[in-house]
């Protein structure tokens, strides 16, 4: 499953790159300086849980805790609802999609927490597998 993350992360972190460089450029005309600024957010918090997806892609071969994968999957949960919550907003004005956004903050803190939570001194390292190449 920690594949999954990392191919989850690395697709977060395009689109947030792609979305980013779409809000800087071809909606800087077209969206009020508030509407930008709330799609801007969503993209920096897209890329923020893009790099965490990641580092729990690399902690869940290391440490067998099924809090490294509950915070995966809150992260997901998290830039899916929160930064697509941002987004819908700011392209559409529709204010009532801010109010499902705070929801998609709290499955962000909760993965943080769990990460934290899962690196506690409770923590057991992985075992490597018989087919795992050490160089």
């Known amino acids: 499953m920690h594949r999954t993350f990392l191919q989850l992360g690395a697709l977060f972190g395009l689109l947030s790159v792609a979305l980013g460089a779409m809000g800087a ?21 897209q890329m923020y849980h893009a790099l965490a997806l ?31 919550s941002l987004y819908a ?10 109010a499902i ?9 909760a993965g943080w927490g769990l990460l934290a939570l899962a690196s506690g001194a409770g923590a057991h390292r992985a075992q490597p597998h018989a087919d795992t190449k050490h160089d």
């Open 25 to 45: 450029h071809a909606l800087r005309d077209r969206l009020t300086p508030q509407d930008l600024t709330t799609f801007e957010t969503a993209a920096r918090y």
């Open 54 to 84: 990641l580092a729990v892609a690399l902690l869940a071969g290391r440490v067998e805790d099924k809090r490294v994968f509950a915070a995966g999957w809150c992260f997901v949960a998290g830039v899916l609802v929160f930064s697509g």
């Open 89 to 98: 907003l700011a392209l559409t004005g529709v204010k009532a999609l801010g």
């Open 101 to 109: 956004t705070p929801l998609g903050g709290v499955a962000f803190m």
